[in-house]
């Protein structure tokens, strides 16, 4: 018995089923819920069973899809049912199912979401970015609207509001309202109290925000609640920070929103668009296995198309790992072509009447047409061009879009000529050639069945190889690249030597490199210690705020406020002035007596019981961190 059969249940019938409960019910329900750990059974005719004591049973009826998606489909033979602890704490158990709105994913070290194949017209799982679009601090008399991001160290915003014309109804702006509030009090609960009536505010909020048409922030809001939830069961997987980004993906968004002036990025769509894209000459790059945490797998191949532009076409469906590593070598779904991925990423296609999505993503539509067409080495153009752009600005490029909302920094791919230098703890220290910066090498995909970590650790055992590598910059961390693929450097007489058919370049993810693909070793770095130098990230007092912001998701309002008072004030915002972040101390310190502000009247009770000005304070200090992190992020990249 476990409640790992419970079926996925529609984010709309827990918020029902929770709200029905009386306030006393309510204040039961965590407990009811931890109660049905090892009580689920398999039940006739595809149900699942959960017995309260001799006389209570809970029946889950799922649907075609598998999901319990109406109220009808969960029933408790209690007297009080629907109106029941048993059947609230039954659904507040089971995993939330996936709705239709979209939620940030693609290839990238941690894994994602899953994503359609290439083409379809199915929900699109990715979304239109991670970032909301504009940010700021929300209005403290009007409620959240959106002045211009706050710059590193230049001090609170206050008071400046781009002028825009309003472009959302009247029920999207009162559902993003809505939504704001109730996020804010999930932020002000923290994990520690963020229990399941908490989750399902937040999720009738998400709900409504879907019926009025914000899928982006449906999206955001259900990734919260799935974060608060793994937090609190204490799994290994989940970590604060990404819980923190997805609380400041959500206030942001649903500040946007609220104000009514919102363009069509922030509210997002639930299927992907594509347009036309004529004829169209695309080059491969590199594959790229694709894992997500929900059980996915599949592969995207890298594309280059005209002027430079990145295409991808992906191949993703459920099947995890076993997935992943066999779709290397599936056939292209894409107008009818006869590669398969791996000879798309060392050839090209010719596509006619090309559909194109906004990311880049190729569609396979009735009226596409691709013909295979051959390929381009690295040393030859326009690929080559990828490898002489500066790091610097290409670096900035992705960052950029990536804060802009025009998508996500890891579907920018970076290449560059390197020396690897060796190894160093869980990376490599390669120095960019031509006098640029030393940078650190990550493994992209860390899960063992894959060969991006063996990959790695050969390189590093070859100090002083000249090495072509095309990876995705990190945007958290300085100066630090996740290599997909590598190849010689044209010219270097101390580089890779790879088969004739891997076409001058190695998919980290799918190739194994063998010895015989190296050069004989000029030197032995045994016993020397290699070292990536200063880290401006990692050396920066901005760890305090962050670690401020964290305790605040961990737990709640009274953690900031408990760890910023007397002596612990004046330790986060002297250093802070000290190197200069005059910006984030001012927004830390205004955190900190935020979180501290409980008026209360002559008879001790509060008078301002709402979180909404504590949820500013921290989105301001949230966003105003993350563009001091990226503008370090970018500079150790100089």
Known sequence: MSTELLPPVAPEVLAEAVEQLTARLRKKLDAAVAECAGRAVAGPDGTVEVRFGEDTLVTLRPGPSGAVTAPGQALCSCLLAPRCLHRAAVLGAAPLADGDAPAPDGPGPEGGHPEPSAGTDAPDPAGPGRRPGPEGEPDRERGPRVPPRARPDSGPADGLTPALTPSLTSAQTDAATALWGAAAEALAAGVTAGGTVVQAELLRAAHTARLAGLPRAEAAALRVVRGLRTAREQDRGQRLSDLTAAFRELLAGAAVLASGTAGP??????????????????????????????????????????????????????????????????????????????????????????????????????????????????????????????????????????????????????????????????????????????????????HPELPHAANLRRIGGFPGLALRVLGRPDPDRAATLRPLAVGPVPGASHSLRLPEEWRGRADLGYDRLQGDHFPRPERSSAGVPVTAGPDPLADAPLWRVRRLLESGVAGGRRAVAEAARGADRAALAVPLRRAGLTGAAELAEHLAAEADRRPRDSFGRLKDASSDAYARAWLASALHLDAAERSLVTASWS
């Open 265 to 446: 990025e922030a509210v997002g769509s639930v299927r992907r668009a594509y347009g036309q894209g004529g004829s169209l000459r695309v080059l491969g790059l590199c594959r790229e296995p694709v894992l997500s945490a929900t059980g996915y797998g599949g592969v995207t191949t890298h594309l280059l198309g005209p002027d430079g532009a990145f295409h991808t076409v992906s191949d993703v469906r459920p099947g995890g790992v076993s997935r992943a590593k066999g779709a290397g070598t599936a056939s292209v779904a894409l107008g009818g072509g006869v590669l398969d991925h791996a000879g798309l990423a060392r050839g090209g296609l010719l596509i006619a009447g090309a559909t194109v999505s906004a990311d880049g993503r190729l569609g396979a539509g009735r009226s596409v047409r691709a013909t295979p067409v051959r390929g381009a080495a690295w040393s030859q153009e326009p690929v080559a061009a990828l490898f002489a752009r500066p790091v610097r600005e290409a670096v900035t490029a992705a960052l950029d879009a990536a804060a802009e909302g025009r998508g996500d920094a890891g579907t920018v791919l970076l290449g560059c000529d390197v020396e690897v230098l060796g190894a160093a703890d869980d990376h490599l220290v390669a120095r960019v050639l031509d006098g640029g910066p030393v940078i650190r090498l990550r493994v992209a995909h860390p």
